[in-house]
């Protein structure tokens, strides 16, 4: 189990677009250093089960391309998807659950990992996501 989170002075309904419009998720869930693609979207709307496939680049050309379906989606509180790695020393799958609340000036955003495969280190995953919620503040707060 992991968690990470973060303040952003932005309000709820800001973030919670940027975390589910499949272009910003592009620019900014990437560890620094990295890009994101979307490399493909199926059933992308306003209901449950919208999935897509991103891959994340590293600089040196390697990259890691995953599957990710919205399971639960409530507006401007939480964002529920499933992942699936492609990579097979990444099998199974894993849970993120991104929580938003209302607080003075802004959003705390706190995302929670469950079932992270195993060869991914904990504290690289909490890293990266700490760099990507940066970048996610950045973005919400310069548009």
């Known amino acids: 189990m992991s968690n990470v989170s973060r303040f952003i002075k932005a309000p709820p ?12 998720i592009a620019r900014w869930r990437v560890p620094d250093g990295m890009t994101g693609k979307v490399d ?13 496939r991103m891959s994340l ?3 040196d050309g390697r990259f890691d391309t995953y599957e990710a379906t919205f399971i639960e989606r409530v507006p401007n509180e939480r964002i529920v998807e499933r992942i699936r790695f492609d990579a097979a020393d990444r099998a199974g799958e894993m849970t993120m659950t991104t929580s938003l609340r209302a607080v003075e000036d802004g959003t705390e955003v706190s995302i929670h ?10 504290e690289d995953n909490d890293e990266g996501t700490r760099q990507a919620l940066e970048k996610l503040s950045t973005f919400v707060v310069s548009r």
């Open 13 to 24: 309904d800001a973030v919670y677009r940027a975390c589910t419009d499949l272009d910003s």
């Open 40 to 52: 493909s979207v199926d059933i992308v709307d306003s209901v449950d089960g919208a999935t897509y």
């Open 57 to 59: 680049s590293y600089p």
């Open 113 to 122: 990992y469950d079932g992270l495969p195993s060869s991914i280190r904990p």
